[in-house]
């Protein structure tokens, strides 16, 4: 029968008549299912929050790297849908599980999303089906966790009546250049055959280059390398900033003079820790599954150690700062600018300002933030705050120190730098601006 399956969903490809199913409507999942029903393949997204489901079907756009119209006008011509019903997996030929992969409370991974996914995918699931998962996990997961589940809710062979695979999600959310279609696709699937056709399925829907590596274990180690990547290399620029500091010297002028090589450097920046979904998370996933190996991720487990630390440090350079206007942090008026893990998104997972925020409070300062992008944020830790309405010149001189958290570019800086007594700005954002003398960088 496989044979037979991979002829008939390559034409199914090529004639664009699959029906293609997304699993979680999220920053990963609304952009994935929009760019499919562009391309042509009518398409259903499922969520178990009737809200997104409600508004996808209403064609209400609610990520920011969704076009409004485009949304709109799929639905409105029946290409995209979206259900809470996962009995419609028995009318897809394409399912792609975009659902979150948190951390627990012991910083060990919640996989409870993507088993409880593919628990109920496979209560449905027919012969010549393609399930991909996208979620970023620990190497194994793929084979490991999803295929047995599928096999036994199914009833069904992997490989001969339905294919598997793993291609990692590699949005950048708030990218201007690089979006879902056109960033480059890795997927590693179970059998050549599941490769090959899962990769034309993707090359039929994005632009970017379709990269087929041997299994999926490749494609989930792959995404922990990127991110372990940038982990690593913000820890080193982190870390060399304190001493930089220390040292009197601008860590912001050393990076941009070591940029000027045009080849073996990259430039990563300080900041107050570590944000986003993916890049703190991922290799705690590695970490994770490592010491089953019995193998400790010395370097990575460094460079984590640095970047949590990062909020408490940026707080204790505030009491400096507030220090030296003879002011103690306790009971001092403090104003974050920013509090999304980064600039110009409403998205604030993982945020190192909400740390900053908490740490600010935890050691007695009146905290309030300003951010555009976030009028209000709830994390999962009961933390909330709302943003303070409106940036004038007698706002921010009510505060004893101004905390640039977040390098948005919709904020007016030279109104700060005018007005405040104080500033402490953790990205080098208000780099270009004159006077200085109130301004201490990270």
Avoid at 18 to 37: N, Q, R, S
Avoid at 86 to 110: G, M, N, R
Avoid at 111 to 116: A, C, K, L
Avoid at 185 to 195: L, M, N, S, W
Wanted: proline share 5%; glycine share 8%.
């Amino acid at each position: 029968m496989s044979m037979d399956m991979k002829q008939k969903l390559l034409a199914k490809i090529e004639a664009r008549t699959i029906v293609a199913g997304v699993v979680g409507l999220g920053y990963v999942g609304l952009p994935l299912a929009v760019e499919k029903a562009k391309a042509g393949f009518k398409t259903i997204g499922f969520d178990v929050q009737k809200s997104k489901v409600d508004l996808v079907n209403a064609g209400h756009n609610y990520i920011g790297d969704v076009v409004d119209a485009d949304l709109a006008k799929l639905v409105k011509e029946g290409r995209l849908s979206a259900t809470t019903d996962f009995s419609f997996v028995k009318d897809v030929d394409f399912i792609a599980i975009c659902v979150p992969t948190p951390l627990d409370e012991h910083q060990e991974p919640d996989i409870s999303y993507v088993r409880d996914s593919a628990t109920a995918v496979a209560q449905h699931l027919k012969p010549g089906t393609m399930v991909v998962l996208e979620s970023t996990t620990y190497p194994g997961t793929t084979e490991e966790l999803i295929k047995p589940i599928l096999e036994k809710g199914s009833g069904l062979v992997c490989g001969k009546d339905f294919y598997l695979g793993f291609s990692p999600e590699r949005v950048d959310p708030g990218n201007l250049i690089y979006k879902t279609k056109n960033t480059p696709k890795v997927v590693g699937a179970i059998g050549e055959d599941a490769a090959e056709v899962i990769s034309a399925m993707y090359r039929a829907v994005l632009e970017g280059d379709v990269f087929t590596v041997s299994g999926p274990a490749v494609a989930e180690m792959e995404k922990i390398l990127e991110n372990t990547y940038r982990n690593i290399n913000i820890g080193l620029v982190n870390e060399l900033g304190r001493l930089c500091h220390e040292m009197g010297i601008s860590i912001w002028e050393v990076i941009d003079a070591a940029k000027t090589k045009p080849y073996g450097f990259q430039a990563f920046y300080p900041g107050p820790g570590l944000g986003g979904h993916c890049i703190p998370l991922d290799p705690y996933y590695l970490t994770w599954k490592a010491r089953e190996y019995g193998f400790h991720t010395t370097l990575i487990e460094n460079s984590m150690v640095i970047n949590d630390g990062q909020p408490e440090y940026c707080v204790e350079r505030a009491m400096h700062i507030l220090n030296r206007h003879k002011k103690a942090i306790n009971g001092a008026k403090v104003l974050m600018l920013g509090v999304s893990y980064k600039n110009d998104i409403d998205d604030y997972r993982e945020s190192p300002a909400i740390r900053v925020y908490k740490e600010l409070k935890r050691v007695g300062a009146e905290v309030e933030y300003y951010d555009p992008w976030v009028p209000e944020f709830h994390n999962m830790y009961g933390e909330s705050g709302k943003s303070i309405p409106v940036l004038t010149p007698e706002v921010v001189a009510g505060y004893d120190l101004v905390m640039v958290t977040c390098a948005h570019h919709n904020v007016d800086y030279a109104t700060v730098q005018a007005n405040a007594k104080a500033v402490f700005d953790t990205k080098n954002v208000m780099k270009d601006i004159q006077p200085r003398d109130n301004i201490e960088v990270l």
